[in-house]
């Protein structure tokens, strides 16, 4: 039997020919759909065509015969009060710098990450349309464009007339703009423009500024490391910031270097060099990058008082602020809050700074007003001239602008009460006046009682004035404050500079009406310049560009307190220090220049306070959340706030002379005053010396008040003591020689 043929294989048609088969088999069709297509993309073409020309009609782009005479506007300069420069005021914080001075490697690496075919194209890099066309049409918006060098040029020349927005009609204003500016100039003039128009970041426009910012040098002296990082920064200034996050900057630092090398710019040696080269910035002080939040305070009273003057014609600003008192307080505020989230003052459960940095680092920033991580602010103030030395108002200005120093609304909390003890003084009380540390209930306005509590949920009983204020005694103060009355007490307080609203509650005794640290810090002046108060103030002169004085404000003087008044009310809040809440965060950490202060927590610890001052200086503290809530539990303005005054201070007078102790004015006189262990030494305003609490007995012995003394009352059987200063054992007045800041033995 035959054997059959073998089978042979049928041949597969290749995928290619079978896809056009269909063209083949349809002629008719295929010619509709060809002309079709070339219908439809000869029109996109016409309306492209026509769309490129008349787009510009109406002098809708703008004509760049301005760029013959172009120069950016003149930011106006800040500086401190020994002349050392600040900061500069502007919209755009910039120095110019020729072409010629900016080095090869700079211009190598903004080139290769920006526009890489900048030098052979004439505006428009044609091959980066087609990639970005696909890229919008996969996402489905306007996601990518398609800018180069000379387009984004024109952007931030004329930004009235080319927005940010991402549109098509933007992007065709911008190359026709683009094209106009290739015809005129050439492409070393366009980089030169460019480079000194880039925004790289923290308030610095062009590479000069930039340099300085970051690096503390001139363009001309950088290397390939630094050359790369400031040209990682415009695709994102606030992402790629090397202050805010600096790994996330090196991170795309190290691929531009990756960039420059395979392109040629650089050799492999210098990329490898470049990659390891530590990031090494240049501090705040040197770079002018400091006290932003003092800037943006005086910004906008210069604003106020030249309007656009101040971004246009290069004024000089001389101001109050001491660069070295400035660096003391931002050290000592961020150290004390780091201790704090370390978990020094016990369990932290909130979100810290570096948990939040962490977080944010994975998305683009933005300012924000609020923050999650616990905030602080710091102001110091020459109490005799009201001048700032020194402003902290928040921990990142970069992450939120708000000024918490003089923006934020916070309870004071104890830290009001000496303007309630002040009103007191000057009532004819005195510091040895007795008051009764006892419940009260007060009757609200809903039929509920207002029923306050001290600290420690305990009383005391009578107790001095003095020791009240000591021990920040809650009962003390409400009891005296309602004696005074609610209006007397308020309109004190206005006498001291608060001007925010105070309610006539009792409540605003313990520090319940809403304030703002400025000036509660400021208020303590009176206190410190013995009476007399001077609203704080930054701003020394302004001269224009000739030198010659355009402003020169005077600070506002009020006298508050007569210097007797002052004095005892000095005595009473050296107490504070020296035996009271703040002993052992301030006296017992080491501070031992003469000074008063008062602590200050508020409803469940979430605002703690401490203000204390010398006689040549006052300084405050506050930390709490954006978004009020208890900070952590046994919250106190002298465990947590205290801390920081007394790091800050201690800083400030290792180079600073000590001031000496306040003179006791001779309208103050010494009396005797009847305590628990005897009769003692008070101070009292000359003819007041009666409302002691003491019968009419002469002792032998006299000495400097302590808690054990004002804390408890012995009664009086025989009366009022005799007006005048009583005599000592061997019947001579007793001279006031004794420092009262001086511990007893």
């Known amino acids: ?135 919008n049409l996969r996402a489905g918006y306007f996601k990518e464009g398609f800018s180069t060098i000379t387009m984004q040029l024109a952007r931030n020349i004329f930004p009235e007339h080319l927005s940010r927005e991402k549109s098509l009609i933007r992007k065709i204003k911008e190359a026709r703009v683009a094209r106009d500016i290739e015809r005129r100039y050439s492409k070393d003039k366009i980089l030169e423009l460019y480079l000194n128009q880039i925004n790289l970041g923290s308030g610095a426009y062009g590479v000069e500024t930039a340099s300085q910012r970051y690096f503390g040098k001139h363009v001309a002296d950088l290397n390939v490391a630094e050359a790369a990082t400031l040209a990682a920064m415009p695709k994102a200034p606030g992402r790629y910031n090397p202050r805010r996050f600096p ?242 007490v308020i309109d004190e307080a206005r006498r001291f500079g608060i001007t925010t609203p105070i309610p006539p509650y009792p409540s605003i005794f313990i520090g319940s009406a809403d304030v703002y ?22 701003i020394l002169r302004v001269e224009n560009q000739e030198g010659e004085v355009l402003w020169a404000p005077r600070p506002a003087r009020t006298q508050v307190l007569s210097p007797g008044e002052a004095w005892l009310m000095v005595s009473m809040m050296k107490d504070v220090v020296l035996r009271g809440t703040a002993a052992g965060s301030v006296w017992g950490a080491g501070f031992r220049v003469p000074s008063g202060g008062k602590t200050g927590t508020t409803n469940d610890g979430a605002d703690v306070w401490y203000v204390g001052y010398t006689a040549d200086l006052v300084a405050g503290v506050w930390m709490g959340f954006d978004k009020p809530r208890k900070i952590m539990a046994n919250a106190q303005g002298g465990r947590l706030a205290a801390p ?28 005797a005053a009847c305590g628990a262990n005897g009769f003692y030494q008070e101070y009292f305003l000359a003819g007041t010396e009666s409302d002691n609490g003491c019968g009419g007995i002469s002792p032998d012995v006299f000495h400097i008040p302590t808690a054990a003394d004002s804390a408890a009352i012995r009664p009086n059987a025989t009366g009022r003591p005799t007006p005048g200063v009583l005599p000592n054992a061997k019947g001579k007045a007793k001279a006031d020689t004794a420092n009262p800041f001086k511990i007893p033995d």
């Open 517 to 538: 640290p400025l000036e509660l810090i400021g208020s303590y002046s009176t206190f410190a310049n013995l009476g007399s108060r001077v609203a704080p103030n930054a």
């Open 247 to 488: 790994e996330r900057a090196v991170q795309r630092r190290n691929t531009i270097v990756e960039l420059m090398r395979r392109s040629g710019a650089i050799g492999d040696a210098d990329a490898s060099l470049a990659k390891a080269y530590p990031l090494q910035l240049a501090r705040r002080v040197e770079s002018g990058d400091v006290a932003p939040y003092f800037v943006e305070w005086v910004r906008q009273q210069l604003e106020k008082k030249f309007g656009a003057r101040l971004y246009d014609e290069g004024l000089k600003v001389y101001t109050s602020l001491d660069l070295d008192i400035q660096t003391a307080a931002d050290r000592a505020l961020e150290a004390q809050l780091r201790a704090i989230e370390g978990g020094k003052y016990g369990k932290w459960t909130h979100t810290t700074y570096e948990q939040y940095l962490a977080r944010s680092a994975d998305r683009d920033d933005a300012a924000s007003a609020e923050s999650p991580y616990i905030q602080g602010a710091v102001v110091v103030v020459d109490p005799r001239t009201g001048a700032v030395r020194a402003m902290v108002g928040g921990r990142d200005f970069d992450d939120s602008k708000f000024n918490r120093a003089t923006q934020a609304l916070r309870q004071p909390g104890s830290t009001f009460k000496p303007i309630v003890y002040a009103t007191a003084i000057q009532s004819g009380r005195t510091p040895a006046t007795v008051i009764e540390d006892v419940p009260v209930s007060v009757p609200q306005v809903d039929g509920s009682l207002w029923t306050p509590q001290n600290y420690d949920m305990k009383f005391e009983g009578a107790m001095t004035m003095r020791h009240g204020l000591a021990q920040s005694r809650n009962l003390v103060a409400i009891r005296m404050g309602m004696e005074l009355g609610e209006q007397a």
């Open 644 to 671: 920081a005054f007394t790091q800050l201070m201690m800083e400030v007078y290792r180079r600073k002379p000590t001031p000496p102790d306040w003179p006791r004015p001779e309208s103050v006189v010494v009396a």
């Open 1 to 135: 039997m035959p054997s059959s043929p073998p089978r042979r294989t049928p041949r597969r048609t290749p995928r290619r020919t079978r896809r056009f088969a269909w063209f083949t088999r349809h002629p008719q069709l295929t010619r509709a759909l060809a002309l079709g297509t070339t219908f439809v993309v000869a029109a996109g073409m016409g309306g492209a065509f026509g769309m490129w020309h008349l787009i510009c009609r109406g002098n809708r782009c703008p004509s760049i015969a301005v760029l013959e005479s172009y120069q950016p506007k003149q930011t106006s300069k800040l500086y401190a009060v020994d002349g050392r420069f600040v900061a500069e005021l502007g919209l755009e914080r910039r120095t110019l710098v020729g072409i010629g001075d900016i080095p090869k490697v700079v211009r190598d690496a903004f080139v290769i990450t920006e526009d890489k075919r900048f030098y052979s194209h004439a505006g428009i890099d044609w091959f980066r349309i087609p990639g970005s066309v696909v890229s």
